[in-house]
Structures are given as structure tokens and as C-alpha cells.
């Protein structure tokens, strides 16, 4: 007879009892907080989409790294909206793109930040797809070079972990090949492994101005429908040389992040896209949910749900409220 012996309410009367029985912590330390950065200087616009998040241009980006430190955030994640695009996306592996040279006025300022970067060529390429294009279909082998040259550059520029998230088959393997042949063999590869086709990019697609021109990024990214697909993509990712694993977006996907994290030894990490961060933002605005509250809420259930590591928008709003 379980009650009136047991009785989990015991458990909940006073925070002090419900802090010491809580089963899930999150803090800072285990954020990276994504960044827009554009060229020139003094750059400092709000992103209409995504409201608190702002386009940054190098110097505005490494006072802001500042101050993404001192909050005790791990790190963050850089996207570049680069000068020019062109078919191949050219910029996207120069040495002196608009990321490049955020990294390092970044790295000049800032001790102990991480620097992570997303290597994927949408931004760059003027067609807005991942990868190379022709007769109206997005190449695969053909785009893997491309993605280990600009991983090779970010490392140069002195980025501690590039990211792709492209969704090609074999980058990842090509990646690390490039990145230890350069001589960057510490450099971290962050794979989004678990990469969904989803609605959820809306805002991040304006605020980086990568919509695709034609078409849709369903043949290189997974359908939404799949969980068993997750795991194999992630499996190839780890036996390519991922050192952590990535499922994004999070909060429609918690089941996803943690079958991953039942599946892999290495660090798994979710993605609390610009859709969830742009809805929690448009019904605080009208009253409808408790800002804070709900974020702790969702960014709990992420952690919950067995990511190590969370990127997300809300990463400098959660890290002052700890503090
Ligand atoms: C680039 C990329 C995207 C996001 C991260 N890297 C957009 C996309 O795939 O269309 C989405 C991030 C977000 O929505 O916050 N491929």
C-alpha cells in the first residue's frame, strides 16, 4: 500500500528541501550564446526577428564578448552576414571575412571565452543554399572542400570549436582531415548531427538573410517525422571525429535529445532555436507568459532531457537572473 507511506509532497514544502532533492541544474557555464556579426564598425542594430539579439560588427562584437564573459557564459557562436555573396560563397573561407576578424577582435579581448563558429555556407552563397548548387540541385562532394577550408580559417583566426551545420554527408570527416592536416588538431568539432528541416529557423533565416532563393532545405535536412534517422546521423558523426553531438532545434525534439544521449558517450548538445526564442519573446511582450519563468522552465527541460551543452538566444537574460 503506497500511501499514506509514501507521500512525494514531503519533498516539496519548502525551496530549501525542493533545491536539495532537484535533480537538474543549470547554469551559465554550460551556455554558448549565438552572434550576428557584419562588416564595418560601430555597428550596433537590434535584429527585428529576434528582439535583445543584435547585428554586430567586430568592434561591437569583442565589447560585447566582454560582457557575455563577465556573466560567466561559456561561450559564444559567431554567424556572419559577409560583404558580398556569390554562388560558391566565396567569403565564407577567406581570412579576412566578416567572422575571421570577429574572432580575433573577440580573442584579443577576451581571456578564457570560448569562440565557436558556424561553418555552413548559406550565408555566403547567393542562392542561400548549404551547399554548392547546380542544374538546380545542392552537390554534396563538390561542398566538402569548401566547408574544411572555411573550418581551417576559423581555426586560424583562433576559434576553439567550428561547428557545422550544413547537413552534408562526410563533412565532418572532411573537416577534422582539413582541420589536423592544417595543424589545428585541438581544434573542437561541434557537429549539428541531428539537424531538422524546420519551421523553427524562421527569424535566424532573416537575421542572417540566408532563405534559400528557390526550394527548401528538405534534401539535406532531416524530416521531422524521424527519431531513429537522429540516431544514425549521429553515430556517423561520432565515428567521423565529432567530439560533441548536436540536436536542433531543442524543445519540439526533448525525445530526440535524449535517445541521443542514451545512444553516445560524447557531450550532447541542443539547439533552442530562433522560432522558440522568438515565440517566448512575443507572448512576454503581450503579457501572456512570465518571461523568466518560462525560460528557466524550457531551458531546464532541455538539460533534463540530456543536453550537456545548451546555445541559445535567451543565454545572456538566464545568466543575469543566476547571477
Ligand atoms: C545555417 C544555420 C541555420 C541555423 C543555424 N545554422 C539556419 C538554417 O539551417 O536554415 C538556425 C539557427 C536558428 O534558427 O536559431 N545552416
Redesign the pocket.
Known amino acids: 500500500m503506497p500511501f499514506p507511506a509514501e507521500r512525494p509532497r514531503r519533498l516539496r514544502r519548502t525551496e530549501r528541501l525542493r533545491g536539495l532533492v532537484r535533480e537538474t541544474r543549470l547554469v551559465p557555464g554550460q551556455l554558448l550564446y ?1 552572434m550576428f556579426v557584419v562588416p564595418g564598425a560601430g555597428v550596433r542594430r537590434e535584429i527585428p526577428s ?1 528582439p535583445g539579439c543584435f547585428h554586430l560588427s567586430a568592434d561591437e562584437a569583442a565589447r560585447e564578448a566582454r560582457e557575455i564573459e563577465a556573466l560567466g557564459i561559456a561561450g559564444v557562436i559567431l ?1 556572419g552576414l559577409p560583404a558580398h555573396k556569390d554562388p560558391v560563397g566565396s567569403e565564407a573561407g577567406s581570412d579576412d571575412g566578416v567572422v575571421q576578424r570577429a574572432i580575433g577582435a573577440i580573442r584579443a579581448e577576451c581571456r578564457e571565452l570560448l569562440v565557436a563558429t ?1 561553418v ?4 555566403y552563397t547567393n542562392h542561400g543554399h ?1 551547399g554548392l548548387v547546380d542544374a538546380g540541385e545542392v552537390r554534396n562532394d563538390p561542398t566538402l572542400e569548401l566547408l574544411a577550408r572555411m573550418a581551417v580559417s576559423h581555426a586560424r583566426a583562433g576559434a576553439h570549436i567550428v ?1 557545422p ?3 552534408m554527408d562526410g563533412r565532418v570527416a572532411a573537416i577534422r582531415r582539413g582541420l589536423d592536416a592544417a595543424g589545428f588538431a585541438d581544434a573542437i568539432l561541434l557537429a ?1 548531427a541531428a ?1 531538422y ?2 519551421a ?6 532573416e ?2 538573410d ?3 532563393q528557390f526550394g527548401d ?1 528538405r534534401s539535406y ?1 532531416m524530416d521531422a517525422a524521424n527519431a531513429r534517422e537522429a540516431l544514425r546521423e549521429v553515430r556517423l558523426d561520432v565515428e567521423e571525429g565529432a567530439d560533441i553531438v548536436m540536436v ?2 531543442a524543445l519540439a525534439y526533448l525525445d530526440v535529445i535524449g535517445r541521443v544521449r542514451e545512444a553516445v558517450d560524447r557531450p550532447v548538445a541542443a ?7 522568438a515565440m517566448v519573446k512575443a507572448a512576454a511582450a503581450r503579457g501572456w507568459v512570465d518571461e523568466r519563468a518560462i525560460v528557466t522552465e524550457i531551458l531546464t527541460s532541455v538539460k533534463r532531457a540530456g543536453a550537456d551543452v545548451i ?1 541559445s ?1 535567451h543565454a545572456k537574460d538566464f545568466a543575469r537572473w543566476a547571477a
Not at 120 to 123: A, D, I, S
Not at 200 to 205: L, Q, S, T, V
Open positions: 549565438p529576434l554567424f558556424d555552413c555556407l548559406c550565408e548549404c561547428a551545420s550544413d547537413m549539428y539537424k528541416a524546420s523553427f529557423y524562421g527569424p535566424f533565416r537575421a542572417a540566408s532563405t534559400p532545405r535536412q536542433k532545434p539547439y533552442n532555436v530562433s522560432g522558440e526564442y546555445i538566444y
